[in-house]
């Protein structure tokens, strides 16, 4: 299953702050957090148990699931979304 549509490549400095704090997708839209570099936090607002990403490692995100991320150091991540249920 191919996503609809990715982000460019973020890396701690050009993480958009709006992923930095809540957000959620939209309803009917899954997002994958791929590490490519370093570690990173990922939370949610529902008592779903933090991830903790490194490289090989992804976060799924449900639709509209409440989340944010934070780097722990220098990292490298992209997210994708899909408009079902990836595998």
């Known amino acids: ?16 702050a709006a992923l930095r704090r809540e957000h959620s997708t939209k ?14 936090r990922l939370q949610f607002a529902d008592g779903t148990p933090e991830c903790m990403l490194s490289p090989g490692a992804t976060g799924l995100i449900e639709p509209e699931q409440i989340h944010w991320v934070e780097p722990l150091g220098e990292m490298r991540m992209q997210v ?4 079902s249920q990836p595998a």
Request: proline content about 9%; glycine content about 8%.
């Open 1 to 16: 299953m191919e996503p609809y549509r990715t982000t460019p490549v973020f890396d701690q400095d050009t993480l958009p």
């Open 27 to 40: 309803a009917g839209v899954w997002g994958i957090i791929r590490l490519l570099e370093g570690r990173l």
């Open 80 to 83: 994708e979304f899909y408009d």
